[in-house]
C-alpha cells in the first residue's frame, strides 16, 4: 500500500504534467549514494564556497573601480580639452577687438590727414 503522502505527490506530478517515471518514489531513486567529503582543516562547511563567491565580489568591484578610473581620467581630458578651448576663444576676442580698435583708428587718422 502507498502512503498518503506519496498519493498526494503523484496526483500534484500529474497535475503538474511530470511524468511519475522521473519521480523517486515511483521510480528506482538514486543509484550513487551521496559522496562524503572528510574535513581535514578547521574551516567550516561551506566555507571554500564563501570564499569564492567573496572574491568573485572583489573582482567585480575592481573592475568598476578600473571603469570609473577610466571615467575620470575622461572627464578631466574632456575639462582640460574645453579650458584650452575657452583659452583659444578668448585670445580670438581679444585679437579681434584690437584689430577692430587699430582699422578704426587708422580710419580716423586717414579722415584727419585727408580734410588738411
Known amino acids: ?38 574535513k581535514s582543516d578547521r574551516s567550516g562547511l561551506g566555507r571554500e564556497a564563501a570564499l569564492k563567491e567573496v572574491a568573485a565580489e572583489k573582482l567585480a568591484i575592481m573592475a568598476r573601480q578600473r571603469a570609473r578610473a577610466t571615467n575620470a581620467q575622461d572627464y578631466r581630458a574632456r575639462l582640460a580639452r574645453k579650458a584650452v578651448e575657452r583659452q583659444i576663444e578668448g585670445d580670438l576676442r581679444k ?3 584690437i584689430c577692430e580698435q587699430l582699422d578704426t583708428s587708422k580710419v580716423n587718422i586717414i579722415i584727419q590727414i585727408l580734410p588738411s
Open 1 to 38: 500500500m502507498i502512503p498518503v503522502s506519496c498519493v498526494f505527490l503523484i496526483l500534484y506530478l500529474l497535475k503538474t504534467d511530470i511524468p511519475p517515471c522521473q519521480c523517486s518514489i515511483v521510480g528506482t531513486g538514486c543509484v550513487e549514494p551521496v559522496p562524503i567529503a572528510l
Open 95 to 97: 585679437s579681434q577687438r
